[in-house]
């Protein structure tokens, strides 16, 4: 079933590339998995790791 | 040329476009606010603020925590106070602070002035370490298992509260310690 | 009438195709998500005139316990519930495509709805007061992690559903470029993601422990794990909010956004980098060094802040755009004067945009910094940014969303109109009194989680009691009195809402006020397709908003270096 849109009117030109790549579902959730996965988690589990035993 | 679309209708074409002016000029100071307070956390307090977040980390078991607190105690007690002892240790010192539930142990004793290395640890489960100097507060989450350890140097005379400001069970509300700062 | 089909129906009021399925789930999913509104109201009513210590109406036990039940019920159910509507709403009907799974989109429901009855019932029957952080080496019963878990697997299946259905309609060639809507729902899917797998790390190995086949958790790793999905999920609520802000935007102005790109990137800022504010709540933890501070905590060096003010600026410029197109042209304000603000919508979204920015977004920012955690870790002052951002916030906004969304999906005419109209300013009221209360004890050093600052049962030579400075006692009665406005505000929507589905008259046009017809249309305004860009003197477009922003931005700055006096004023050198 289509919507009651008009038919997509001809592309005069390409599609510039940044639309291509916020089109692009499986970039954006790769991205959205690895970043923070690196950036908070693994660093943070690196950080925590690293606490030195108390000895005084 | 791109036409603009409902947020709630499929984009048709091309809808990327260079922005207009009222967009650049809000992008380019949201760009700079942004960098500013980057730049305060990360460099300029730092180097001018007296008050800083350099926590200072290690492992311990809570027995063996619970034993340097018991030799701390032994070794520098002036007093006590509602049945819990009264601490002064030397200035440019240790300082064992340990949180259970549900209760500071030992109540301290500091010269003004004098900057004392804090050791601060849980027998059991997450404290909310909250130092009362109103209208303010200084707080940190003591862990079990951890070491939090800080620098600390009071400037005003008077009596502190510790409370708890981390659920620790239903006698959270009971736990109150205290740090007395002499001349 | 309109075709009735079993599959699909066509909508009489936006044109739209209903799959049908999809109509069930996200009713069954609505329904849900306003009952836990309920159960989580009523909650927060008694617990505020607790907190409010010349009332302090519960005992200790009880309010321990129901803080603990009002967190987990208004933080992540109540909520979920309503954004899984939301995606179901965003990947099929604004799409007009046929759900491709229906039985995944009940299974997952089904999973959330189990677990988080088991949870609540363990949290109100005393066996898991544990707060919604539950951190070890606190324990519940086993049956609390095992609920909560299921609930996330259940979420996490909703997520992969959304998913399903948008890649689908992709692949039928149905759907090219996304809403703005979906797209910004589409972010909202992937940080939830995120967040419940990192929760379920948390979660999985302390049942464990709960039930005795793993020795011990680590606190500081817990803490770690838990706040990506304790933060995150408040990120994947921003998301929404921002959805539901744009959507509310065009729906009662007609407002098209300025320039697609930029809030499309600005959303993108937020995919990348939001969840690393997670560690907001790490930041007087022990383990944790500077620089993976620092990074995390400026969401890498406030990207993402830029892309919540990119929005700021953004959707009260589509409105001001619309509106100067509708003739409301002269002046800087004149189009704010005439916006549609007996409009339940508008005044949702004006509302949501106001609190959330001003008092939920600076808060959250300014406390979000290493130094200036020091004076606010674990006060009130936490609680306030939250109830401001998720309840001022992202809840009126969806409440919002709804007066439109219910009577077009349940096919009712809106009871109680009049009431609606009021309703979002009602509940924005209480809650500004509210958050300001709240906050000011706070900045006070008031605790958050604790039932007596008073102290009574404490030793006299221990003894302190807060209440001694007097104005604490204004700022705790505000926050009882914001409470009592605000519970009236959800009364009042939560009538409004059961009155339509239960009570509504049955109709395929239901009136829904001053929505704008081709919202959900993609034909634009203008014949010939294109919309030349009307400038003023000057060249700007929308000059009564960046007006606004511009003093928005001002008050940043204040509030921002007042709290850094504020930090300068402690007695203490700290190091």
Known sequence: MTTAEQPQPPTERRVPWPQLLLDDIFLLLLCGMVVPTFFYLIWGLVSLGGVPLFSR | MATRFSSLAKPQGVWWRALGRDERLWVGIAVIWGLAMFVM??????????????????????????????????????????????????????????????????????????????????RDVQHGFSLVMAPHSINYQILPGYVTEVLLTPEQAGEYPIMCNEFCGLGHHLMLGRIIVTD | MQASGTLQRRCAVTGLWVDRAAERQIMAHAVTAVVYLAIGGVLALLIALTRWQVVHLLPA??????????????????????????????????LSARMVLPALGWLAYGLMLGGSVVATVMMLSGQATVMFTSYPPLRATPWYYAGVLVFAVGAILGVVHFFLNVVAARWRGEVGSLPLFTFALMAAAILALWCLLSGAAALLPTFLWSVGLVSSVD??????????????????????????????????????????????????????????????????DPGLGVWVRNVNLSYFMYAAVMGSLIHAFSIPGAVERALRERGYGAGLFTWLRRAPWGEPGFGALVVSLLLFGVLGGISGVIMGGPQLNLISHNTLLVPAHFHMTVVAGTTTAFMGLSYYLVPLLFQRELVLRRWATWQPYVFGLGMLLFGLGMGLAGHWGVPRRHWDITFASVPAALRVNLLDRPEIGVFLALLGIGALIAVVGGVLYVLIIVGTIVLGRRTATPTLGALVPEAFSAVPAVAGGAEPARADAHGFEVPGTLVLSLGFLVLFVLLYGISWYELSRVPWQIR
């Open chain 3, 219 to 284: 606190p500081g790793i817990y803490r770690l794990l838990y706040w990506g999905l304790g933060h995150g999920a408040q990120q994947v609520n921003l998301a929404a909010m921002v959805a539901t802000w744009y959507g509310l935007a065009s729906l009662t102005t007609g407002a098209k956004p300025l320039n697609e790109g930029l809030s499309r990137i600005a959303i993108v800022l937020y995919i990348l980098f939001i969840q690393m504010a997670a560690m907001h709540h790490l930041l007087t």
């Open chain 2, 41 to 122: 956390i990360t460099a300029i307090w730092p180097l001018i603020g007296e008050q800083q977040n350099w926590i200072r980390s290690y492992r311990i078991t809570p027995a063996e925590f619970r034993a340097r607190v018991d030799a701390f105690i032994a070794a520098y007690q002036v007093g006590e106070r509602a049945g819990v002892p009264v601490v002064a240790p030397p200035p440019g010192g240790d300082v064992y602070l340990e949180a259970l539930s549900f209760a500071w142990r030992p109540v301290i004793q500091l010269r003004r002035g004098e900057t004392y290395r804090f050791l601060i640890s849980s």
């Open chain 3, 61 to 94: 036990q009880t309010f321990y316990e129901f803080v603990s039940a009002h967190g987990m019920v208004m933080l992540i159910f109540w909520i979920l519930f309503f954004e899984l509507a939301g995606l179901i709403f965003g990947s099929t009907v604004l």
